[in-house]
């Protein structure tokens, strides 16, 4: 059974700084695409940052230059260092990745999309 569990959000002031944390568990071969994805309420799921298996990033323009993307793949997690916070920042927080379980005795599975549960972000003005 694969897990990714979020950690790290919370409440804070505009301005201000959090850092979200994703880490994923159980029986995993490789993990290639982990990415952040943000909903508000009342709008659609976007992207906010993505990162490559060796670590190549990219950003939504929104937070390009205040939020860095980045990953431990010894501990096969991922990071979201977000600064300078805007009260339209608010939102859940998803971590996604693609990765391929491991088959005990037979190897590699197929690639997989998994989601975490998500974690609320809320930017007081």
């Known amino acids: 059974q694969v897990q990714l569990v979020e950690s790290g959000g919370g409440l804070v002031q505009a301005g201000g700084s959090l850092r979200l944390s994703c880490a994923a568990s159980?029986?995993?071969?490789?993990?290639?695409?982990m990415a952040w994805y943000r909903q508000a309420p009342g709008k659609t799921r976007e992207l906010v940052a993505a990162?490559?298996?060796?670590?190549?990033?990219n950003y939504a323009d929104s937070v390009k230059g205040r939020f860095t993307i980045s990953r431990d793949n010894a501990k096969n997690t991922v990071y979201l260092q977000m600064n300078s916070l805007k009260p339209e920042d608010t939102a859940v927080y998803y971590c996604?990745?693609?990765?391929?379980?491991?088959?005990?005795?037979?190897?590699?599975?197929?690639?997989?999309?998994?989601w975490g549960q998500g974690t609320q972000v809320t930017v007081s003005s």
């Open positions: 996604n990745a693609f990765l391929r379980r491991a088959l005990e005795g037979i190897g590699p599975s197929q690639w997989y999309e998994y």
């Open positions: 159980g029986s995993i071969f490789s993990i290639g695409r």
């Open positions: 990162i490559t298996s060796n670590s190549s990033p």
